[in-house]
T-cell receptor, first 113, second 111 residues
Framework: DVKVTQSSRYLVKRTGEKVFLECVQD?????MFWYRQDPGLGLRLIYF???????EKGDIPEGYSVSREKKERFSLILESASTNQTSMYLC????????????FGPGTRLTVL | EDQVTQSPEALRLQEGESSSLNCSYT??????LFWYRQDPGKGPEFLFT???AGEEKEKERLKATLTKKESFLHITAPKPEDSATYLC????????????FGAGTRLFVKA
């Protein structure tokens, strides 16, 4: 079974802190994604990566950065956390084919106080 | 602008009462349309990919269909364990791997 794991299920941080969210997948997938999910808004793409050291901005990249130094690991960084970044963060990985698109991790519920 | 709209926002059914969830989409050339199931506190779980109008896919009590503007997720004789949020998403031919999600339909099935 494909497994996508995220470093924390719940996280509470203070405004202005630097926050690291880590995601690891074990299926050798090229593509990895970070989304945030908010009630009524659905999933919105923050960043994605289609190869090691490659990254592309999604729809809402402001206030975030990413790092992909190894194929299996994709990190999301909040440079200076703000209260409007309180959300559920979901990581996903996918193979190139669309037949099985999107293996998601369990999510990290981040609260910024 | 590529867009996905799901309706209804919430649906309450009795066990065994069949119904359909709707996903309307606007995309500049569809590469694929996806359905996911999401249980509370968990990440979405992939269900289906549909590629072209007229295509249908089935899994247990679920059947997904696709037209040029909409997709339907038909639920036949639902059980309480089918209660979840169902998400629809599209990927455009010109958008790379960018996937656009709808807000979801929350399904409640009562025994």
């Amino acid at each position: 079974d494909v497994k996508v794991t995220q470093s924390s299920r719940y996280l509470v941080k203070r405004t202005g802190e630097k926050v690291f969210l880590e995601c690891v997948q074990d299926m050798d997938h090229e593509n990895m994604f970070w989304y945030r999910q908010d009630p009524g808004l659905g999933l919105r793409l923050i960043y994605f990566s289609y190869d090691v050291k490659m990254k592309e901005k999604g729809d809402i990249p402001e206030g975030y950065s990413v790092s992909r130094e190894k194929k299996e690991r994709f990190s999301l960084i909040l440079e200076s956390a703000s209260t409007n970044q309180t959300s559920m963060y979901l990581c996903a990985s996918s193979p190139p084919a669309l037949d099985l698109w999107g293996f998601f991790g369990p999510g990290t519920r981040l609260t910024v106080l | 602008e590529d867009q996905v709209t799901q309706s209804p926002e919430a649906l309450r059914l009795q066990e065994g009462e069949s119904s359909s969830l709707n996903c309307s989409y606007t995309v500049s050339g569809l590469r694929g349309l996806f359905w996911y199931r999401q249980d509370p506190g968990k990440g979405p779980e992939f269900l289906f990919t549909l590629y072209s109008a007229g295509e249908e896919k089935e899994k247990e009590r679920l059947k997904a269909t696709l037209t040029k503007k909409e997709s339907f997720l038909h639920i036949t004789a639902p059980k309480p364990e089918d209660s979840a949020t169902y998400l629809c998403a599209v990927q455009a031919k010109t958008g790379g791997f960018k996937t656009i999600f709808g807000a979801g339909t929350r399904l409640f099935v009562k025994a």
